[in-house]
């Protein structure tokens, strides 16, 4: 089912009334949400906390009176809800999330790896310069749609650019549910044009390649130099790793802010209704094809092919669209065999343990 379009606009129905003192959860972005899979008796006995870090020695747990490394054991990732069991933390409970973004992992590993969890808006960043680049834009895209997080393109360095309107149009281009922001980064911009997302107990998330300005942004919203950043390199306009890992920061009225390190390999997994929303264009052309199975090269009947034919579609958005659902469904489909494989020998190591008790 596609998402609508109001869907992903920042809510109009925005508190206005002025600050109350927030408690020590809200002030970690607690909603409604997780409350509920809670009780009093059961926070008094399993108190909930987040994970602000992941390191390789454990998770960085924070809650009311709690800032400790739980070691590893739980499935979690940044942003994750805890209930911490106080004499096994290792065996502290991950709650249901809103949302997740995840990927496959780098590599040749069919593994996949968890980016971070219940965030509530994605700011997409990119630069108006060389790294600018229509098809990365639709993979995060595509992740945001897929876990149901409202995306934001946020378009930075423009004051370091002769004429923005070129990358603004591309960018706007890719999809009409998204919001295009153009700000530069190092002024009051952003804290006035994303005030609407970045609201009291809400997650958002900056998200792009290294250099765009992610960092910057994120010192922009505090009002200081939270966050170590870095010069791109001119040859190239290619960002320097300066974030190294994914982190979470909190604003004074609960707003958790997620800072992340540039991603050089993206790999999209289980993320098809995601690619249909950015895509949805090319996807409704492909419902309108006579045979289910269309390839969209040579059959009759092909509705993609007749509106490339009328110049309805563009032959580079259709070639994306085409890497993107072969990636998917190449990805989807090692990780599902993996998950089998994995099921099959813990079945037999069990089989030869039970035989090995008698």
Not at 131 to 145: I, K
Not at 155 to 182: H, R, W
């Amino acid at each position: 089912m596609k998402q609508e379009y109001p869907q992903f606009l920042p809510p109009s129905d925005l508190d206005r009334s002025p600050l109350r003192e927030r408690s020590p959860l809200e002030k970690l972005g607690w909603q409604p949400f997780f409350a509920q899979q809670t009780s009093i008796e059961g926070m008094n006995q399993t108190p909930p906390g987040r994970i602000v870090e992941v390191h390789r020695k454990g998770l960085h747990f924070l809650g009311d009176g709690f800032d400790m490394l739980i070691p590893p054991g739980p499935d979690a990732t940044v942003g994750d809800w805890l209930l911490l069991n106080k004499s096994q933390p290792a065996s502290s409970k991950v709650l249901h999330r809103k949302s997740l973004f995840k990927r496959r992992a780098p590599g040749a590993r069919r593994e996949l790896q968890l980016i971070a969890a219940n965030v509530d808006t994605a700011f997409i960043v990119s630069s108006c310069n060389q790294d600018f680049n229509v098809a990365r834009l639709e993979r995060y895209l595509a992740l945001a749609f897929e876990a149901d997080v409202i995306p934001v393109i946020i378009l930075t360095k423009a004051d370091l650019c002769d004429d923005p309107a070129p990358y603004l149009g591309a960018a706007s281009a890719i999809s009409q549910k998204v919001p295009v922001i153009l700000l530069n980064a190092l002024s009051d911009e952003p804290r006035a044009k994303l005030r609407d997302w970045c609201r009291r107990c809400q997650t958002v998330a900056f998200l792009g390649s290294s250099g765009v300005g992610k960092s910057t942004l994120v010192n922009a919203l505090f009002g200081d130099q939270a966050v170590d950043t870095a010069s791109i390199r001119e040859d190239d306009a290619r960002g320097r790793h300066t974030t190294t890992r994914r982190q979470l920061y909190f604003l004074p009225d609960g707003c958790a802010v997620l800072d992340t390190p540039g991603m050089r390999e993206l790999q999209l997994t289980d993320a098809q209704q995601g690619i249909a929303d950015v895509f949805d264009d090319v996807s409704t052309l492909a419902e309108q094809c006579r045979f289910n199975d269309c390839r969209h090269e040579t059959e009759p009947g092909c509705s993609i092919l007749t509106a490339l034919e009328a110049n309805i579609i563009d032959q580079a958005r259709l070639d994306r669209w085409n890497k993107l659902v072969t990636e998917e469904r190449f990805n989807s489909a090692s990780l599902a065999e993996r998950k089998s494989d994995d099921k099959s020998l813990n079945k037999k190591i069990r089989a030869i343990q039970k035989k090995n008790r008698k």
